[in-house]
């Protein structure tokens, strides 16, 4: 069974840093691409970074490039985001998806459960 | 504003047949493929629609999915009370380079 476990999310001022995790289980980690995405409160859903199996691409939205850095361990089976000079627009619940192939961004086929990410002061 | 337009909400009795559209434009919908999701209040998004009518094992065939130039229709038939939830499409915009939703719709069952 598909399983993906986010974690790290919490209460953070305007401007602070936060990093979040995804582990993963039920699959093999490293031949499949990665995602974030994002859900502000009472909100749809917003695309924020993918990166493929071997982290040889990687792709940001515009809200957040410059900002946010995805990266993968392998090894560990994680994936993780680092979030840097956080806004309150960055407020959202974010999920990490599995993407359905490795070599590109394919498609969203498993999502985990979500870490909510609260900015404010 | 989402790149990809949808309504806000539709609703049907138990039974009936409803359908959510999708509008894009060429660099989304137009030249890729379209995928739906269905949210059920307070859970993660599931996969309901791949490739614009491609039914993941274990989705029924209630649901089904159509894309005709820019825009994309999910439809809903034989309506049932657990289907109530949030629906969006998803395509890879390739003007953007990176994956578009819409805004999303309520779908209520009365």
């Known amino acids: 069974e598909v399983q993906l476990v986010e974690s790290g999310g919490g209460l953070v001022q305007p401007g602070r840093s936060l990093r979040l995790s995804c582990a993963v289980s039920?699959?093999?980690?490293?031949?499949?691409?990665m995602h974030w995405v994002r859900q502000a409160p009472g909100k749809g859903l917003e695309w924020v970074s993918s990166?493929?199996?071997?982290?040889?691409?990687?792709g940001y939205a515009d809200s957040v490039e410059g900002r946010f850095t995805i990266s993968r361990d392998n090894a560990k089976n994680s994936l993780y985001l680092q979030m840097n000079s956080l806004r309150a627009e960055d407020t959202a619940l974010y999920y990490c998806?599995?993407?359905?192939?490795?070599?590109?961004?394919?498609?969203?086929?498993?999502w985990g459960q979500g870490t909510l990410v609260t900015v404010s002061s | 504003q989402s790149v990809l337009t949808q309504p806000p909400s539709t609703s049907g009795t138990p039974g009936q047949r409803v359908t959510i559209s999708c509008s894009g434009s060429?660099?989304?919908?137009?030249?890729?493929?379209v995928y739906w999701y269905q949210q059920v209040p307070g859970t993660a998004p599931k996969l309901l629609i791949y490739?614009?009518?491609q039914r993941p094992s274990g989705v029924p065939d209630r649901f089904s999915g159509s894309k005709s130039g820019t825009s994309a229709s999910l439809a809903i038939s034989g309506l049932r009370s657990e289907d109530e939830a949030d629906f969006y499409c998803?395509?890879?915009?390739?003007?953007?380079?990176?994956?578009?939703f819409g805004g999303g719709t309520k779908l209520t069952v009365l």
């Open positions: 990166i493929t199996w071997n982290s040889g691409s990687i």
């Open positions: 490739r614009n009518n």
């Open positions: 998806a599995k993407a359905s192939i490795g070599y590109n961004y394919g498609y969203f086929d498993y």
């Open positions: 060429s660099s989304n919908i137009g030249s890729n493929y």
């Open positions: 039920g699959f093999t980690f490293d031949d499949y691409a």
């Open positions: 998803a395509a890879w915009d390739d003007s953007l380079s990176g994956w578009v």
